[in-house]
């Protein structure tokens, strides 16, 4: 029988604040779950499985997460870990996660960093040390919720760049307009705050904001939360359920992670979007869908159709209105705009740093592999490491995603050069450019897929698929 994930109680039923823990090993569940039970009210999980169930039945999940990297079925690897920590974060993208790990290996801490943990704890590690990190950043938590209170102190879509200006253009352009928008983009570079001021924008602002995420649903379970089921419609159906698409009637639904929905309710969505008509799990009768659909994905849907893992009409349905976040290696000027936002948003909780004109250089070409959600939480950490300190550029690089390096963009000189070239054609020479990353980074990597696709910024399957292009073996 699958183990159920242990709740000591429902966090929203308690006044304490919450935290889940998430550890294959029940002595470290037991006896830290106890000893935290002062402070907190716990949230026990075994598995990433575990923890998608908790997403999937729980209405409101803890805002503090301590996760161990190595987690079932492999607990000497780190993937498991390195995947949760993507998925808590769309579930909840202010959700702060310290990484408990025995993975002494600094490109894996550094890595569950750039992913979007906020810190970590190595094992082993004093209860009381666990303790107080926590509650640092339970603080961090309770101030950014107080700031949020006042009048335009929300999350916003920040930036002066190009890049920014002309996202914010496509956002007013759209929002009126009552067709899907298919929201495209890297993890942490502001996908749903683009829903969100789409929504805002939009004529059904004054309805309902539904987010959702389709990966952190079961794929037994995403129908019914969806459309809903009726009393009795499948084995633990106790009472009838409205679903998302009824919740955010007269509002926007967004539906995140698109790519990882199952092919068969592909087909089911496809049709809510030709005549708006769907059914809720053990009814006859169509229901009528009330709704602005919008999707979002890191993933590369155009590659997933031709790979036959995503419906071609449904994404040409999708993608008739486009937007496009761009990361943040693409926003000139902006990674250092953001470090002086970030430090004035928390200043109350997290003391004041200065970069050296090394480490201020280093910043600037910086990849940041995780997008704002990573420039945001390095922010934080480093002013907790140097409180009111000169960081220096070997600091800065120390607490940096190994592997990503420094940004090298051609010069105007070499681009002179290379388009002065007889027989010079442009996607030739990116197609070469590509391909020598590619190979780099697999390199890098020991011949590791994943890791390699982690290098790139990509995910497994566009790295997999771009190989095949280019005839990388």
Not at 279 to 308: F, I, Q, S, W
Not at 322 to 331: F, N, Y
Request: glycine letters at 8%; proline letters at 6%.
């Amino acid at each position: 029988m699958e183990a159920k994930p242990e709740m000591s109680a429902r966090p929203h039923v308690l006044s304490k604040p919450a935290v889940l823990l998430v550890d294959d090993d029940p002595a470290i569940r037991d006896s830290l779950g106890f000893y935290l039970g002062r402070r907190f009210t716990v949230v026990s999980a075994s598995s990433r499985q575990e923890v998608q169930t908790l997403l999937a039945n729980t209405g409101r999940m803890p805002r503090l997460a301590l996760v161990d990297l190595g987690l079932p079925p492999d607990t000497h690897s780190p993937e498991e870990g390195f995947a949760l920590i993507p998925e808590l974060l769309a579930h909840d993208s202010e959700m702060r996660i310290l990484v408990l790990t025995g993975q002494e290996e600094a490109e894996h801490v550094n890595h569950a960093l750039a992913l979007g943990a906020a810190d970590f704890i190595s094992k082993p590690s004093a209860p009381e040390h666990i303790l107080a990190r926590l509650e640092h950043q339970q603080l961090m938590l309770e101030t950014q919720t107080q700031d949020q209170l006042q009048p335009g102190q929300g999350e916003m879509l920040l930036g002066e760049s190009p890049a920014m200006d002309a996202l914010r253009a496509q956002i007013r352009q759209f929002a009126s307009a009552p067709f899907p928008v298919l929201i495209t983009g890297e993890s942490g570079c502001g996908k749903e705050l683009v829903a969100r001021e789409i929504h805002r924008m939009s004529e059904g602002s004054r309805g309902p904001y539904v987010a959702v995420n389709c990966a952190a649903l079961p794929g037994d379970l995403i129908e019914a939360q969806l459309f809903g089921h009726a009393r009795g419609a499948f084995t633990g159906a106790h009472e009838e359920r409205v679903g998302f698409f009824a919740e955010a009637s007269g509002g926007t639904l967004l539906l995140d992670e698109m790519g990882e929905l199952p092919p068969g309710l592909q087909a089911k969505l496809l049709r809510v979007l030709e005549n708006g008509e769907y059914y809720r799990v053990g009814e006859t009768r169509p229901r009528h869908a009330k709704v602005r659909l919008l999707a979002a994905t890191n993933r590369d849907l155009r590659a997933l159709v031709d790979e036959g893992r995503f419906r071609a009409d449904l994404y040409h349905r999708l993608s008739v209105l486009r937007i496009h976040c761009p990361p943040l290696r693409d926003r000139a000027g902006d990674a250092t705009r953001l470090l002086r936002h970030f430090q004035q948003a928390y200043a109350r909780t997290v003391p004041r740093f200065i970069l050296s004109k090394e480490a201020q250089r280093l910043w600037e070409t910086y990849n940041f592999p995780g997008n704002v959600r990573e420039l945001k939480n390095l922010v934080i950490r480093l002013g907790t490491k140097y409180p009111n300190q000169t960081v220096s550029e070997e600091a800065l690089r120390a607490e940096m995603d190994p592997g990503t390096g420094q940004l090298v963009a051609p010069t105007a000189t070499d681009a002179q050069h290379h388009l002065r070239q007889i027989g010079f054609e442009l996607d030739g020479y990116l197609h070469e450019v590509e391909r020598e990353h590619i190979l780099c980074a697999l390199d890098l990597a020991g011949g590791n897929l994943s890791k390699a696709a982690r290098y790139l910024g990509l995910n497994r399957t566009t790295l997999y698929s771009r190989m095949q292009r280019l005839g990388v073996r």
